[in-house]
């Protein structure tokens, strides 16, 4: 059984720092892709970083390119994601998902993107 857990969602000002770390478990490193979607009220969901699991290809929005970094700690099963210089157009429920490689190329230029596995979610609020 596949599971992954979010965690290190919070309040911060603009211009603030929060790094999002997802614990997975049950789940084959081995191809397909990991990464995070997010949704704010009344928006849909968007992929936002995209990390290949078998070479390490990342990939971003454009509209966190440069503050966000995704990354992936293969020995500690455990994906992250570093937000920097946040701002408040990034509040939104964060999404750790995993895809088994079909949805993979998808996830930013579809609204919304696909994934097989998903967390449950974890709350980052920017204020201004």
């Known amino acids: 059984q596949v599971q992954l857990v979010e965690s290190g969602g919070g309040s911060v000002q603009a211009g603030g720092s929060l790094r999002l770390s997802c614990t997975v478990s049950?789940?084959?490193?081995?191809?397909?892709?990991m990464g995070w979607f997010r949704q704010a009220p009344g928006q849909e969901r968007e992929g936002v970083a995209r990390i290949y699991t078998s070479g390490g290809d990342t990939s971003y929005a454009d509209s966190v390119k440069g503050r966000f970094t995704i990354s992936q700690d293969n020995a500690k099963n455990t994906l992250y994601l570093q937000m920097n210089s946040l701002k408040p157009e990034d509040t939104a429920m964060y999404y750790c998902v995993a895809d088994q490689g079909a949805e993979c190329r998808w996830w930013f230029l579809l609204r919304p993107p696909s994934a097989d596995y998903w967390g449950q979610g974890t709350q980052v609020t920017v204020s201004s």
């Open positions: 049950g789940y084959t490193y081995s191809s397909g892709c």
